[in-house]
């Protein structure tokens, strides 16, 4: 059965150890002929880039405000440095990662954001600057690629309809991607092995949660604090058309594959019902 599957890295992984052994575990799955598309961000790096630029970094209740400098330098991090150094990890370790971004063959498809009320951001609409929505992507192309074996790879800027780019969360690329897709699979490289009953016990994961099951872990206190909102909106990825959302991390080689192939063998898996 070919499954399709949409990963998530944050930036920080494109440089890390773990990225070989996610690489192997990829290199198995289109083997074995599923499709594979990857969505990167690089949040850390482009801080990093943006005070050794002498730039301030403006957060509006956790999102990156974006004018032209900050844009200018997502293109150069997320675009450039990250998607090139990305694809090259995958291209060492046998994946034919082909890098894109939203102005590549108008590949995620965006309108600028409206200002809008933010939780946490105060009553009035807060403008976020050359920020987008996405719209759609061009699925044609990736049905292309996915028919030779490549891998997508996506970098989080989308572009309108008149060529300008945008900054786009990578978790929300990630996931309307899996939805237009109709994902199998969401996974989400995580810095734990999966969603645990004791966060300090790697051996209480929590192989498979439904939503149901969810609701009734927050009410008896087993999820708490930050999980919450997190779970929250991995299971509203599900109402958008993907399958499943898989967390995992601190991968073991053959981990990646068989948390896709076999749900629940690792990491967590977040079903409807």
């Known amino acids: 059965m070919t499954h399709t599957i949409v990963l998530k890295l944050g ?9 070989d052994v996610i690489a192997k575990d990829l290199r198995a799955l289109v083997d074995g002929f599923n499709r594979v598309a990857i969505v990167h ?4 790096q482009a801080t990093a880039l943006q005070k050794t630029l002498g730039l301030e970094t403006r957060m509006v ?18 675009a450039g440095q990250l998607n090139v150094d990305l694809c090259g990890r995958l291209l060492a370790n046998g994946v034919m990662g082909v890098g894109l971004h939203g102005a ?13 009320v933010m939780q946490g951001a105060g009553p009035e609409p807060v403008d976020l600057g050359l920020v987008g929505d996405v719209i759609g992507f061009n699925l044609p192309l990736l049905g292309d690629l996915f028919e030779r074996r490549y891998v997508p790879v996506l970098a989080c800027l989308g572009c309108d309809d008149r060529g300008q780019a945008l900054n786009i969360n990578g978790d929300t690329v990630a996931s309307q991607l899996a939805g237009a897709l109709r994902a199998d699979a969401l996974v989400l490289v995580t810095s734990t092995p999966g969603v645990l009953r004791d966060v300090k016990d790697p051996a209480s994961r ?3 949660i439904t939503r149901s099951e969810f609701e009734r872990m927050v009410a008896d206190g087993t999820i708490s604090g930050g999980m919450i909102p997190k779970l929250e909106e991995s299971f509203d990825v599900l109402k958008g058309g993907a399958r499943s959302v898989v967390i995992i991390g601190k991968l073991a080689p053959g981990d990646l594959a068989r948390a896709v192939l076999s749900p629940g063998a690792a990491g967590t898996v977040l079903v409807a019902e």
């Open 11 to 19: 930036g920080e992984l494109v440089h890390s150890p773990e990225l």
């Open 41 to 44: 961000g690089g949040g850390p």
């Open 61 to 78: 209740a956790g999102r990156r405000f974006t004018d032209e400098k900050t844009l200018e330098v997502m293109k150069y991090v997320v």
């Open 104 to 116: 590549s063959g108008w590949m995620v498809q965006a309108r600028r954001r409206p200002p809008r």
């Open 206 to 208: 929590i192989p498979r």
